[in-house]
């Protein structure tokens, strides 16, 4: 799994490109990408805590984008500097993710009253 280097160097990223979340968003995996793939992509960013995955519910396969969770702000921003490199032959792009808050929609109400 050979990764290509851009011009932006992981370890010269500063925290502000986290935006103050942990969380980051891919877009554009590979449809096969394993969970363990992404922990060894993300390793030299800091402590990775979760990874997460979309999948199709019918196929099992990976929808092309998931969301990689760090310990710290500073281990995101390194992340995101990884964006633009190549992962199993695509070029992934990275940015920071809404943290989440807990909670959840519920369903609406509806109904006649």
């Not at 370890?11 to 990408?33: Q, W």
């Not at 995955?53 to 281990?75: M, N, P, Y």
């Amino acid at each position: 799994m050979p990764v290509k280097k851009k011009s932006k160097k992981a370890e010269d990223a500063d925290d502000s490109a986290a935006k103050g979340s942990c969380t980051v968003f891919i877009k554009n995996l590979p449809y096969r990408i394993t969970e363990d793939e992404m922990y060894e992509f993300f390793g030299d960013c800091g402590e990775v805590y979760a990874v997460r995955i979309a999948t199709d519910r019918e196929t099992g396969l990976a929808k092309g984008f998931g969301h990689v969770q760090f310990d710290s702000t500073a281990s995101a921003a390194k992340a995101i500097a990884k964006s633009g490199q190549s992962l199993h032959g695509r070029e992934v792009y990275i940015d920071s993710a809404e943290e989440r808050n807990g909670g959840g929609g519920g369903g609406g109400g509806g109904g006649y009253g």
